[in-house]
């Protein structure tokens, strides 16, 4: 790694998966420590859980917030004999908050029940307004944005949630109004419009009836600068400042999740080289569709296996 500019990433909600992280807690005692004190700062046992399910209660979005943010944080801590640059962060959704975590912002014990909290409210919120969440395959963020416009009528609204990669965003709202947007952007030239599973509709105003209680679940933590940048999914801009960060981290309830952006500022950070840091290698594959330049450039750390040969190296 002499020599290479590190941008780390860190993923969000669909990414877990029974089993995870327990290979790290095995090998390396430092892993080990974080899954204790996840349990130990939860109040029950987030790594018996994570490590043999069920794979229900697992996708459950109160357990699975914390779960990812455990498994990176456990990541990050065996990598830390690694010898790199840092050059900046970014998370997707619930993934900004591990960032910040990895950044020193927020201690692992305020940042896991954060994110339970978050993961609480954003049901919550889906229980209060219903809503839902399609995947569109194949329009321009432009295209897919116009036809949300047109499709928000009568009280009900549809917006763009996640901007992935190109070709590649989910819209979130009212139900009916996801609906409505599907037909259309079909119409458009979409080549698929794919219901998600999802409990609510993430990154949309639906959440708005969260942001209050993540306000004050964030003021409640201790939040300092971050050691390094924080590409910020609202922004697609660099975030440095703790108060602005928290900011932001309340306003992403609401908002688009600009990923595809966020690795663009990246790259013109100087990053040469992705990690992705936790569960699954998602994100990782997402860059050569974000980027031709990025092609070649990620790598998933989440496994003993993956850690060691980084170490390694």
């Not at 928000?152 to 947007?181: I, K, L, M, W, Y």
Request: glycine share 12%; hydrophobic share 45%.
């Amino acid at each position: 790694m002499t020599g290479e500019r590190i941008g780390l990433l860190f993923p969000g909600q669909g990414s877990q998966a029974v089993g995870m992280g327990k290979d790290l807690a095995d090998a390396f005692p430092e892993a080990r420590r974080v899954w204790e004190e996840a349990d130990d700062a939860l109040g029950f046992a987030l790594s018996r859980l994570c490590w043999e399910g069920p794979d229900d209660e697992l996708t459950l979005t109160r357990n699975a917030q914390p779960a990812l943010l455990a498994h990176s944080a456990a990541a990050w801590a065996a990598l830390q004999g690694v010898g790199i640059d840092v050059v900046c962060a970014a998370g997707h959704s619930l993934g900004e908050f591990s960032a910040y975590h990895a950044a020193g912002s927020l201690s692992l014990a305020d940042a896991l029940r954060t994110v339970r909290r978050r993961g609480e409210l954003m049901f919550e919120g889906g229980q209060t307004r219903p809503g839902t969440m399609s995947a569109v395959l194949g329009l321009d963020d432009d295209s897919v944005e116009g036809v949300c416009r047109e499709a928000s009528a009568d009280g009900s609204v549809v917006v763009p949630a996640n901007f992935n990669t190109p070709g590649q965003v989910v819209v979130s709202g009212d139900v009916e109004a996801v609906h409505r947007a599907g037909s259309m952007l079909m119409d458009a030239g979409a080549k698929k419009v794919q219901p998600l599973n999802v409990s609510g509709a993430f990154h949309s105003p639906l959440m708005a009836v969260a942001e209050a209680g993540l306000q004050a679940q964030l003021d409640a933590a201790e939040f300092r600068d971050p050691a390094f940048p924080v590409v910020s999914n609202v922004t697609a801009h660099p975030v440095t400042d703790a108060g602005e960060a928290r900011r932001l981290l309340v306003e992403q309830l609401t908002s688009a999740v600009r990923w595809s952006y966020s690795v663009r500022t990246m790259l013109e950070l100087g990053v040469t080289r992705f990690l992705e840091v936790g569960t699954g290698k998602v994100l990782t594959g997402m860059l050569k569709r974000i980027d031709p330049a990025a092609a070649g450039m990620g790598a998933p750390v989440g496994t003993a296996e993956q850690v060691s040969a980084l170490l390694g190296s």
